[in-house]
């Protein structure tokens, strides 16, 4: 699978640690940046992040800054992302099945390694149940005609 993966300052050296495992896992991961530890913008690397996927069906993203929180939200801006804030498996497991998210996000200064690793193999390994989600999955991308009934 190819994965885009960013971060800021923040989730910098998470980022890498993921980096690594993905491509242990055979994975073609494309890092978008940032390389350095000086304070830079998160929504930089979430746009980065977002117009690759869009552009690049069946590809995913990895995200990570500081919380997890703001490179989250900026990435959620672009219609057909689906980025999901995850802190352990269940949530990754659940992401997956139930909203197909597309980039998995976690926050460096929040999760302990082995846990991110866990969470990013559950992430990365498990498949859409399609099926009823898919109707839910049609209404989050915002249709003007259904919000005048």
């Known amino acids: 699978m190819k994965i885009y993966a960013g971060s800021d300052h923040g989730g910098l050296v998470l980022k890498k640690t993921l980096i690594r495992r993905l491509v242990e896992l055979g994975h073609e991961v494309v890092d978008l ?77 929040l999760i302990g390694e082995a846990l991110a690793v866990d969470t990013l193999e559950k992430f990365f390994s498990t498949s859409f149940a399609g099926g009823r989600h898919q109707i839910r999955i049609e209404k989050i991308e915002i249709n003007p005609e259904r919000q005048k009934n």
């Not at 900026?74 to 099945?97: D, F, K, V």
């Open 33 to 109: 940046g940032t390389d350095s530890d000086s304070s830079c913008d998160y929504p930089d690397f979430a746009h980065a992040v977002a117009a690759k996927i869009l552009a690049e069906p069946g590809s995913k993203g990895l995200l990570t800054c500081g919380s997890g929180i703001g490179i989250s939200i900026a990435a959620n801006r672009h219609a057909g992302i689906r980025a999901a804030l995850c802190h352990n498996s269940l949530e990754a497991s659940l992401a997956r099945q139930h909203n197909d998210a597309n980039v998995l996000v976690m926050g460096g200064r």
